[in-house]
């Protein structure tokens, strides 16, 4: 039985349930505790939710779920039956995300990987509402995010924000160069796309990853450049 098969057997009942706040296990920083059920019926929640943030959901948003929770073609359609579950049974996500942010706040690069997945889905049909970002911003608040780590997220997705080269490195426009750097290689190492699969994150991550990266080192290369400096490794 696939994981979307037992999620529909018991949807109802997974949608209801707590996230147990147990230690974190010693796991790949980057993935949830193995069979962390909870784990996986809030991301969908949060998901769904994310979708309606600006009272719609569409085909396209469903799809982008789709592949940011990994389905394989043969499970589309529980798929699709799954999110319209959980968007019908929302209530209260937020205390979801609180609780998963508690759980795994050792591991942010994991609590990264599904904001990032949650702005794919708000980009999904083209336009970012002012009620999505209120909402991206409130997971990124129950996940421990600072507001420099969530400008830095929202510009790697949000091409507006692009044109701050400081803000998508997360460091403000007066820092020393030294900062800047430890900043850039910290983040780089966190987002490189063979590291994220290496500790287990989904495969369909790495695209993402890789634009991620790219945006990255291009924010810090401006600043270099805006500095007068020469190339640094």
Not at 34 to 52: E, H, Q, R, S, Y
Not at 72 to 99: C, H, I, M
Not at 153 to 177: N, T
Not at 191 to 198: E, G, K, S
Request: proline share 4%; glycine share 8%; with cysteine.
């Amino acid at each position: 039985m696939t994981l979307w098969q037992k999620l529909i057997d018991g949807g109802r009942r997974l949608f209801d349930v707590d996230v147990v706040d147990d230690p974190v296990g010693c796991v790949g920083e980057c993935e949830p505790d193995p069979n962390d059920v909870g784990f996986t019926a809030a991301v969908i929640g949060l998901g769904a939710k994310m979708a309606m943030a600006d009272g719609r959901v569409s085909d396209d948003e469903i799809m982008v779920f789709s592949q940011v929770f990994k389905t394989a073609p043969k499970d589309a359609a529980s798929a699709r039956r799954v999110f319209n579950l959980a968007r019908q049974t929302v209530r209260g996500y937020d205390s979801y995300a609180r609780k998963i942010g508690k759980k795994y706040r050792a591991r942010p690069c994991l609590l990264e990987g599904v904001l990032d997945g949650l702005f794919m889905i708000a980009t999904a049909d083209g336009v970012v509402t002012p009620d999505e970002l209120v909402y991206l911003q409130t997971v990124s608040e129950a996940f421990g995010f600072s507001e420099a780590t969530f400008r830095r997220i929202k510009a790697s997705h949000l091409g507006a924000d692009r044109s701050d080269p400081y803000h998508i490195l997360g460091v403000a426009h007066d820092a020393d160069f030294e900062d800047i750097r430890r900043a850039y290689r910290q983040l780089i190492a966190d987002n490189h796309p063979d590291r994220l699969i290496q500790n287990g994150a989904p495969p369909e991550f790495e695209a993402a990853a890789t634009e991620k990266s790219a945006t990255i080192t291009t924010a810090y290369a401006r600043i270099r450049a805006e500095r007068g400096l020469i190339a640094v490794s």
